[in-house]
């Protein structure tokens, strides 16, 4: 299953793991007339190094569980652990309540945001709102011939359903598997939903081109008979009670994606 960041055109891809010069000021150009003598710009720059990160969706089963149905039961097994690497993804990428933790996770590209809330659900408020939203995004300079905008799928298609007083559609471009909004292309995603709040939806309008990411590409099933592991959800270091698999007849399964942002 594809995530949101293979979903999303514009990304800067770049190495993993070496220093990188990040433009922070561009240089100015300029015209240059008959013998004159030709302007020199400057360029400001910060450095930056982006260290892999690592998901991973792991499970246990046994032995008997995967001889019992062959290679259906491998191949299953691995679609629905890449399906919860990606579904995790999508949150940590998006979702503002998912801050840095060095050394384990980055921070999601809306972290910080100061976000506008709904004025309501009729054309004028979401009107309004939109225009609150483009406004932000260009108050920090925002390019807007690059702009992208991610949202729940139930809030594209609520846009899509609106109409104006003619009760032709106000937005007719855009639907739930996303499309365009005001020219701006639309992803959409089930991360834009809040946690613990399954009425609570959000977008994030944002440039692609401003986000760096760092992806080995390298999505694989790793599988193990002969190790010790702990069966837990939240597994701990230190000394733990730990579970053979091979005293056992279990297998454990994983899918990781080493990725950063």
């Known amino acids: 299953p594809h995530s949101l960041v293979d979903r999303i055109l514009g990304l800067r891809q770049v ?40 998901l991973a969706c792991t499970t246990v089963v046994t032995n008997e569980l995967l001889h019992a149905s062959g290679a259906i039961a ?10 919860g690497v990606a579904q995790f993804s999508d949150k940590a990428f998006i979702d503002p309540a998912f801050a840095a933790i060095p050394g384990v ?16 659900a009729t054309l004028a408020a979401v009107q309004a709102d939109l225009k609150a939203l483009f406004a932000n995004f260009v108050a920090v300079d925002g390019a807007l011939e690059r702009a992208m905008l991610i ?29 365009t909004l005001l020219g701006v292309p639309v992803v959409t995603s089930s991360a834009c939903i809040a946690d613990g709040s399954p009425s609570d939806a959000f977008a994030v309008l944002f440039d692609p081109a401003q986000i760096m990411i760092a992806d080995d590409a390298d999505v694989g099933v790793k599988v193990a008979r002969h190790a010790a592991v702990q069966m837990n959800t939240a597994p701990d270091t230190g000394a733990q009670q730990l579970v053979s698999l091979w005293q056992n007849d279990l297998t454990a399964l994983s899918v990781e994606r080493s990725i950063t942002w």
Do not use: C
């Open 74 to 83: 491998e191949m299953v097994f691995a679609h629905e652990l890449a399906r």
């Open 151 to 179: 949202m729940a799928p139930r809030t594209a298609l609520a846009l899509g359903m609106l109409t104006g007083s003619g009760g032709a559609p106000a937005f007719p471009n855009i639907g739930p598997r996303g499309g």
């Open 15 to 54: 190495p993993a793991n070496i220093a990188m010069l990040r433009v922070t000021g561009a240089a100015a150009a300029g015209w240059i007339g008959e013998g004159a003598p030709r302007q020199i710009g400057q360029f400001s720059f910060e450095r930056e190094t982006l260290l892999y990160d690592k």
């Open 105 to 120: 996770r980055p921070a999601s590209i809306s972290y910080g945001l100061t976000a506008i809330s709904s004025s309501g």
